[in-house]
């Protein structure tokens, strides 16, 4: 089964910032992966599928990059309502499997 | 508007069964694959498994954790998913979640929660 690890797993930032978060996977998956948002108590929420393409109606501050093993989740201008939780989850064969999460914190 | 229910869990010893029940609305049931995800109290997202349309015969999948151990069905009449859980161990605690689609589904449930302990 294919491993994601995700970096780092909690990440300080204040308004305004821009920050990163990495996710690597144990094999090649081609641009199979996309990146969830989850705010306490709710269900995660899509952002961008196929490594980086914007879901409709997600801020375009949000961008993902990345192809065959190694990805990255850019948040540009980070606003109140980004600080969360996020992982990426790929798809490119099963089991599926989610990266283990990156807390974003004030 | 495309709506995903969760329903069933509860408190249950080890070793003993549940059904989570996922009702949904809103879209054509049958088009679509059914995928579950759960989550520990305080973890991340763990993939569990799916189960794909009639079209595509109703193939199911899981996660290494819970194969053999957990079952996903579907009802097209009732427009229902379903997961049963057998052999229930405590690191199965958590908040299960029905989602629509299979690749990275875009509607979800608000989650039921699953607590298995003695």
Redesign the interface.
């Known amino acids: 089964?294919i491993q994601m690890t995700q970096s780092p797993s909690s990440l300080s930032a204040s308004v305004g910032d821009s920050v990163t978060i990495t996710c690597r996977a144990s094999q090649y998956i081609r641009h199979?992966l996309?990146w969830?948002q989850?705010k306490p108590g709710?269900?995660?929420k899509?952002l961008i599928?196929a490594a980086s393409s914007l879901?409709s109606g997600v801020p375009s501050r949000f961008s993902g990059s990345g192809s065959g093993t190694d990805f990255t989740l850019t948040i540009s201008s980070l606003q109140p309502e980004d600080f969360a939780?996020y992982?990426c989850?790929h798809?490119y064969n099963?089991?599926?499997?989610?990266?283990?999460?990156t807390r974003l914190e004030i | 508007e495309v709506q995903l229910v969760e329903s069933g869990g509860g408190l249950v010893h080890p070793g003993r069964s549940l059904r989570l029940s996922c009702t949904t609305s809103g879209f054509t049931f049958g088009d679509y694959a059914m995928t579950w995800?759960r989550q520990a109290p305080g973890k991340?997202?763990?993939?569990v498994?799916f189960i794909r349309s009639r079209t595509y015969s109703g193939a199911t999948?899981?996660?290494?954790s819970v194969k053999g151990r957990f079952t996903i069905s579907r009802d097209d009449s009732k427009s229902v998913a379903y997961l049963q859980m057998s052999s229930l161990q405590t690191e199965d605690t958590g908040v299960y979640?029905c989602?629509r689609g299979?690749?990275?589904?875009?509607h979800?449930?608000?989650?039921t929660l699953v607590t298995v302990s003695s």
């Open positions: 089964a199979d996309g969830y989850q709710k269900a995660p899509l599928s879901e939780t992982y989850l798809d099963y089991p599926y499997s989610f990266g283990q999460g | 995800v991340g997202l763990e993939w498994g999948d899981y996660a290494a979640y989602a299979l690749a990275l589904p875009r979800w449930g608000q989650g």
